[in-house]
């Protein structure tokens, strides 16, 4: 495959294949509310590390959400590890460690952890970090790698069976036809198919990577764009109908309280995607979504379009993420947290 000019992988490969060769049992974690990236990730290290003949565990806050269940390998990702002993961790896709939520202290536990991700960093966990702010996925920063592991002669051949579903073309001797279907899903989710500005020449080539590589793309396609829930799409209408906007239409929200949830018969995944249609408007430079989480807290979702930083309007407020996507986790009351998101968009907005 091309590659543009980016920082060799060499050094962090090896390292990581030192850690992983040599231990015992390794957990593997992402993020809570886990989406695309973040599952596809974790379930391709998990693979990855299968077929390296390393005993492996994943874990997450929450169970993979619905139009992720069909992933190879989602059956096996667990709210918590069911073996302990654990001497090496591996977490993906996210920034800061109490983005784990519940599992956090699993991964306190372990003696070496492992940091793969592509957010803006702003707390420093794990003994070694691969972290790329500039690559569009997580996924995407997992092909490099496994991409630089076919080139090294240390890299055992994990493809020893022939023939391999739908691949076009030599296989790879790191990634097999189920990994290239998660590391599709992560690339695909993240870059909102190939249409965010995180969508680079790179990430194209790494996308005909895959496919070349055994990624099932129409199945892909229709398990996570074609499967809504009645509810998800329902939410999205009473989502609509109840938008607030501000700055002669620059900032778009919507407050989504518990009642209409239940309502509904809707779950916290449906919110997925409704801040994006916000967004879609002409006017619109931010949009954002709150929702009530747990234990009194308030989940909120940040989008801007072009030079906006929401990553930076969010870890003003305590929270994190990339320039044009973003999201954060406010202590108080829904009208509490819709006033402090207002007032810091609009300062940075200037209106
Ligand atoms: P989403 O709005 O899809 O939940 O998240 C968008 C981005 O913001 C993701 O990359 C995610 O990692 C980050 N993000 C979401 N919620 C939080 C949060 O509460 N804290 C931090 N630091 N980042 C978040
Ligand atoms: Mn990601």
Redesign the pocket.
């Known amino acids: 495959m091309k590659t543009e000019s980016k920082p060799p992988l060499t050094e962090a490969l090896a390292k990581l294949l030192e850690l992983v060769l040599s231990a015992r049992d390794v957990l593997i974690g992402t ?1 809570l ?1 886990p ?1 695309g990236d973040a599952i596809g990730s974790a379930l391709a290290v998990s693979l990855w590390l299968d077929g390296l003949g390393v005993p492996n565990e994943v874990i997450c806050h929450n169970p993979p959400p619905g139009y992720l269940e069909f992933l190879p390998g989602a059956e096996r990702v667990r709210l918590a590890p069911e073996r302990k002993g654990h001497d090496l961790g591996i977490v993906v ?4 460690l ?2 784990l939520g519940a599992c956090r202290p699993y991964f306190e536990a372990v003696p070496q952890l492992v940091l793969i991700d592509h ?1 803006q960093p ?1 707390e420093m966990p794990g003994d070694l970090r691969i972290v790329d702010p500039a690559s569009p996925a997580t996924a995407s920063l997992l092909v490099d790698l496994f991409v630089t592991a076919d080139a090294t002669e240390f890299t055992p051949n994990l493809l020893p069976v022939a023939p391999q579903r739908g691949l076009q073309g030599r296989p790879s001797k790191s990634v097999t036809p189920d990994m290239a279907d998660c590391l599709w899903v992560g690339l695909v989710t993240d870059t909102g198919s190939f249409r965010f500005p995180n969508t680079t020449a790179h990430a194209l080539h790494q996308a005909a990577w895959l496919l070349e590589h055994g990624a099932d793309i129409a199945r892909v396609s229709d398990e996570v764009y074609l499967n809504r829930d009645e509810q998800s799409v329902r939410l999205l209408g009473e989502a609509i109908h109840r938008m607030k906007t501000d700055c002669e239409g620059r900032i778009a929200w919507v407050v989504l309280p518990p009642e209409l949830y239940e309502e509904l018969g809707a779950k916290e995944e449906h919110t ?1 995607g409704i ?1 994006n249609e916000i967004l879609s408007i002409r006017t619109v430079q931010s949009a954002f ?1 709150l929702r009530a989480g747990k234990h009194g807290k308030v ?5 801007s379009k072009g030079g906006l930083d929401v ?1 930076k309007v ?2 003003e407020i ?5 320039k044009n ?5 406010i202590e108080g009351s829904l009208e509490e947290a819709e006033a402090i998101v207002v007032r810091a968009l609009r300062e940075a907005i200037r209106c």
Do not use: I, M, P, Y
């Open positions: 993020h509310n989406d896709d996210l920034d800061a109490d983005r957010h702003h997925e801040v979504v989940k909120g979702s940040l989008r990553a969010a870890q305590g929270g994190g993420g990339h996507a973003a999201g954060v986790t």
